[in-house]
């Protein structure tokens, strides 16, 4: 089974009013693979949500970086599932390392938010991966299986989740996977999945990369056969963004 290769740009809390403008417009113009090949995705900060909407093109499409999902009410500060429903925000990026990290986002929870945001209509990027400590002490494949474990135990659709593995120590640091590590960490999840959840799953679900991603090491990771794309951080908010989506193989 062939899977769409997936590009997603995460700009963090980057951005004026006018540089996003600026990026929408480089983006509006690139020259790229068609939308059959290669699917891309953008996520600006929530105050920009609706301009890059807006102002993107039709191929291209927009996600949130998070969504509070749980019944009862949001927080201050925080963006409901319904609320990204309402403006028409298609994608949300769940279970980010530095969500996990600074907020103590456990597994359950971010289990619990991919099932709730699935269920309000939302398609997920659910983000995985490993610290370095946890690498250097070889536990890398039982942390993102038990990452992974906790969304498939409350799903049971996966046809609009993304997979994103993050290996901590590649985000924003410059230091970025092998493709050789990417792979063996992509292959070892697609086979948890066809053990644990099923085949069609395994064989559907794009994987993808994030970590230092940039226009130089894109290509030889796209050429793995797991990696189903990229999930890129400070790349994206620049023109080599426009290569790192002509990696599409
Ligand atoms: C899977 C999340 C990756 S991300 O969105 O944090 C980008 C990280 C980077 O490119 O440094």
Redesign the pocket.
């Known amino acids: 089974m062939s899977r769409k290769f997936f590009v997603?740009?995460?700009w963090?809390c980057n951005g004026t009013t006018e540089e996003v403008k600026k990026i929408v417009s480089t983006l509006n113009e690139a020259e790229v693979p068609s939308h059959d090949v290669v699917e891309v995705v953008v996520?600006p900060p929530f105050v920009f949500l609706t301009l890059v909407k807006s102002l993107l093109r039709s191929d291209f499409h927009v996600a949130a970086q998070n969504c509070w999902v749980r019944k009862g009410g949001a927080f201050t500060g925080e963006v409901s599932a319904e609320m990204l429903v309402n403006l028409g925000i298609p994608w949300v990026?769940i279970g980010?390392?530095?969500r996990r990290a600074l907020l103590n986002e456990s597994n359950e929870f971010v289990g619990d938010k991919v099932a709730y945001a699935l269920s309000q209509g939302l398609k997920v990027?659910a983000?995985?991966?490993e610290t370095l400590e946890q690498r250097e002490s070889g536990s890398t494949m039982s942390v993102v299986a038990a990452q992974t474990k906790a969304i498939a135990d409350k799903i049971t659709n996966w046809d609009n989740v993304v997979l994103?593995?993050?290996p901590v120590w590649?985000?924003?640091?410059?230091k970025?996977a092998t493709p050789a590590q990417a792979q063996e960490v992509h292959c070892e999840l697609r086979k948890w999945l066809s053990e644990n959840v099923g085949a069609d799953v395994a064989a559907s679900t794009r994987i993808?990369?994030?970590?230092?991603?940039?226009g130089a090491n894109c290509q030889e990771l796209a050429g793995q056969p797991d990696v189903d794309g990229?999930?890129?951080?400070?790349?994206?908010l620049k023109p080599e963004f426009v290569d790192i989506i002509k990696s599409a193989t």
């Not at 990229?230 to 994206?236: H, R, T, Y």
């Open positions: 997603g740009g995460n963090k996520s990026i980010h390392s530095e990027i983000c995985i991966g994103a593995y993050e590649a985000i924003g640091t410059g970025v993808i990369y994030g970590g230092s991603v940039n990229f999930l890129v951080g400070g790349a994206s």
